[in-house]
């Protein structure tokens, strides 16, 4: 699997979008971003995936460079409750599993 | 749609037991995953079961196996329990175990070995 880097921890205002970004250089043409998020003592909970075009739901939107090199996942309004580690994967369409890396801590302030 | 659902949620056991921990898929997923996850060593994968059939095994001892009955619920199982087996135990369902589909997760069944 292609590796990603993501930064440690940010913080975020309450009520404004949360920008996370994700490099995953060497990302294959079979390929998908996938992005996860883990609140304490839970589960991780699927938010969004993609190939190469952008995708939005109900959760976030997705946004891939054009060269896949690289992605940007959008909290388009913060809550307390998106308090959470966040993981970037990239994940062969052909995968069984999931690896998960070390995520980005985010807090969101009040 | 009910997500995931693990049981127990909580365990305690003593070196050398065994525990059975339980998982019921997303209705119509028939891939279901297990994952170990410790702070130390993060997410790693156990099993993957699709159809009653183990389709894929992670680098753990025969200690942990698992199973899946024709309604694809899953139960993992773990003998001779030792220390270093105190974890968060990760169940996760998908339509299919792969092609891309996404994997959804149970919260877990913390399981403290003493």
């Known amino acids: 699997d292609a590796k990603t880097t993501q930064p440690p921890s940010m913080d975020c205002a309450e009520g404004r979008a949360a920008n996370l970004p994700c490099n995953h250089s060497?990302?294959?043409?079979?390929?998908?971003v996938y992005w996860y998020r883990q609140i304490h003592s839970q589960g991780p909970q699927y938010i969004i995936h993609g190939l190469k075009n952008n995708e939005t739901n109900e959760m976030a939107s997705l946004i891939i460079t054009e060269d896949r090199k690289s992605s940007t996942l959008i909290l388009p309004h913060a809550t307390l409750r998106d308090t959470a580690v966040y993981y970037c994967?990239?994940?062969?369409?052909?995968?069984?599993?999931?690896?998960f890396g070390a995520g980005t801590t985010v807090t969101v302030r009040a | 749609k009910a997500g995931v659902t693990q049981t127990p949620r909580y365990l305690i056991k003593t070196r050398g037991q065994q525990v059975t921990l339980s998982c019921s898929p997303i209705?119509?997923?028939?891939?279901v995953s297990w994952y170990q996850q410790t702070p130390g060593q993060g997410l790693q994968f156990l099993f993957e079961?699709?159809?009653?059939?183990?389709?894929n095994k992670g680098n753990f001892p025969g200690r942990f196996s698992g199973r899946q009955f024709s309604n694809s619920r899953s139960e993992m199982n773990v003998s001779t329990l030792e220390l270093g087996d105190s974890a968060l135990y990760l169940c996760?369902?998908?339509?299919?175990?792969?092609?891309?589909?996404?994997?959804?997760f149970g919260n877990g069944t913390r399981l403290t070995v003493t």
């Open positions: 996760a369902s998908s339509l299919e175990g792969a092609q891309a589909s996404p994997l959804h």
């Open positions: 209705s119509g997923h028939r891939s």
């Open positions: 060497t990302i294959s043409g079979n390929e998908y």
């Open positions: 994967i990239v994940r062969h369409f052909n995968d069984y599993k999931l690896s």
């Open positions: 079961y699709f159809s009653e059939t183990q389709r």
